[in-house]
């Protein structure tokens, strides 16, 4: 049981994405209408940048959901699609759309990434328009970010190059500094950048701008020097999106290679 005050009827593994995020959201509220959920103090950076941006609770956490889903779903993990690329019979464009497209691991110079990261806000805003293709939105936005944390070398100059398809940050995030964590001097940079992005392109007019330019403030400000730390207070992490992915876990149909390869194909090479 997934402890809903309300579980969908529909059997598991049944619904296509945008079924499963409506009957998920149904099932978080109680009697009166009410969402079970606080609309603040979520761990995931989408889920506080949309809400700040005026989306509505349903976008909120359809975005949230798929922006994680390419880290949650091994078939779209970068690792094992930057290995099956290795391997000629395992090699193939979907893999390597994998790597280059949806973790934005493409090794391109900075304009390239300049060019990647106009592409991928562009698609996204296209994906807002229907209630349908928020879950495309949502995969988007998962390699908006990685447009900014996959490069290395000085941000937003000439110098900035993003890592490789073939072996991507493992070196950095092994011997240096991860460039997926956002508490060390060169990544807060790159990760202030990208929130500020990402809140313009789901910024409604609802959005609040006060409330937007004082929680960069805090993660510009924060001494913490882990994630785990700046999770807890900057994002003032808790637990309560975990019902709504477990129950889209339970009820969505997984996510089918050519649904996300329609995605990724809105992403030029």
């Not at 059997?11 to 959920?37: H, Q, V, Y």
């Not at 956490?61 to 922006?67: C, M, P, Q």
């Not at 970068?78 to 193939?92: F, L, M, Q, Y």
Request: charged share 30%; net charge negative; with cysteine.
């Amino acid at each position: 049981m997934l402890d809903l005050e309300n579980e969908p009827k529909a059997a598991p593994n049944s619904l296509n994405p945008t079924e499963a995020s409506k009957d998920c959201i149904d099932s978080l509220r109680n009697r009166f209408g009410t969402p079970l959920f606080n609309i603040v103090g979520h761990g995931d950076t989408t889920y506080v940048i949309s809400v700040l941006a005026g989306q509505d609770i349903a976008n909120t956490n359809e975005l949230t959901y798929f922006s994680q889903y390419p880290d949650a779903n091994k078939e779209l993990d970068a690792i094992v699609n930057a290995v099956k690329n290795k391997i000629p019979s395992e090699s193939n464009k979907f893999t390597h759309d994998i790597v280059t497209k949806l973790h934005s691991l493409h090794g391109g110079d900075s304009e390239k990434i300049k060019q990647r990261r106009i592409e991928v806000e562009n698609a996204i805003k296209n994906n807002l328009k229907k209630s349908e293709d928020i879950w495309k939105a949502g995969l988007l936005i998962h390699a908006l970010g990685d447009t900014y944390a996959h490069t290395y070398k000085k941000f937003w100059t000439n110098e900035e190059v993003a890592y490789g398809p073939t072996t991507g940050h493992l070196g950095d995030s092994i011997f240096g500094e991860d460039p997926d964590s956002v508490t060390s001097p060169k990544t807060k940079i790159k990760y202030l950048a990208y929130i500020e992005n990402l809140f313009n392109i789901l910024k409604t007019e609802k959005a609040n701008d006060q409330k937007f330019q004082e929680f960069k403030e805090k993660a510009k400000n924060s001494k913490c020097k882990n994630d785990a730390c700046f999770s807890y207070e900057v994002l003032e992490f808790d637990d309560k999106m975990d019902r709504y992915n477990r129950c889209m876990d339970k009820y969505m149909t997984p996510l089918s290679r050519p649904q996300v390869q329609e995605v990724m194909d809105q992403i030029k090479d």
